[in-house]
């Protein structure tokens, strides 16, 4: 069974720009999680879809935003981007009713640089 | 608001001996706790996942306890190798929050 998978893995912009990032979950897993990890701040949640709702939102400010859709798949889109946006961002998807219950299976992410 | 931590932040052992990683959580209420490992610029690897109502998890050289009570884990690595080098990231899933919130990690070494 194919695992998580993110795409693109790296990204450079620069600041003002948007960007989208995209993440297949596992087959059958309905559930998908985003986080950003930096060394500073280590991993932090974004926000979390089941059934191509959001359940849940991180403390980020509202130039992050995501959608599921109906095949489970899901993006995320940061738009006017900041230095401090550069970070490893993280998808993950598990089987069942969410994040919280279940075993959470993470892609390789995608690194974003924003000059 | 959960707050995991993870002490040490980094642990260098010689190949054979058995790890021992602490995780520490102050809200008690979770649904369960998971561990990870993470591999220089990659993704995480899901190693152990204990429920609320379970003390413990075991999977080939890993093990997992979970004191709830004392918002304390523990991860054992028996007969560590060099392969085992990584940072090692617990996740802890509460009501409150309905999120995963993680732990710094602690990075291993183990010396060939």
């Known amino acids: 069974k194919a695992g998580v998978t993110q795409t693109p893995r790296y990204l450079i912009k620069t600041r003002g720009q948007q960007v989208t990032l995209s993440c297949s979950p596992i087959?059958?897993?309905?559930?998908v999680s985003w986080y950003q990890q930096t060394p500073g701040q280590g991993l932090q949640f974004l926000f979390e879809?089941?059934?191509?709702?959001?359940?849940n939102k991180g403390n980020f400010p509202g130039r992050f935003s995501g959608r599921q859709f109906s095949n489970s798949r899901s993006e995320m889109n940061v738009s006017t981007l900041e230095l401090g946006d550069s970070a490893l961002y993280l998808c993950?998807?598990?089987?069942?009713?969410?994040?919280?219950?279940?075993?959470?299976?993470f892609g390789p992410g995608t690194r974003l640089t924003v000059l | 608001k959960q707050e995991v931590t993870q002490i040490p932040a980094a642990l260098s052992v010689p190949e054979g001996e058995n790890l021992v990683l602490n995780c520490s959580f102050t809200?008690?209420?979770?649904?369960?706790l998971q561990w990870f490992r993470q591999d220089p610029g990659k993704g995480l690897t899901s190693l152990l996942l204990i429920q609320s109502s379970q003390r413990e998890q075991t999977s080939g050289r890993l093990n997992a306890s979970l004191d709830k009570s004392s918002g304390r884990s523990t991860l054992y690595i028996a007969a560590s190798q060099p392969g085992d080098s990584a940072t090692y990231l617990c996740a802890v899933s509460s009501p409150a929050d309905y999120k995963l919130s993680f732990g710094a990690g602690t990075t291993v070494t183990v010396r060939a």
């Open positions: 993950a998807s598990s089987r069942g009713t969410g994040a919280t219950t279940d075993t959470q299976y």
């Open positions: 879809y089941f059934s191509e709702t959001q359940r």
């Open positions: 809200d008690s209420a979770i649904y369960n």
């Open positions: 087959s059958g897993h309905r559930s």
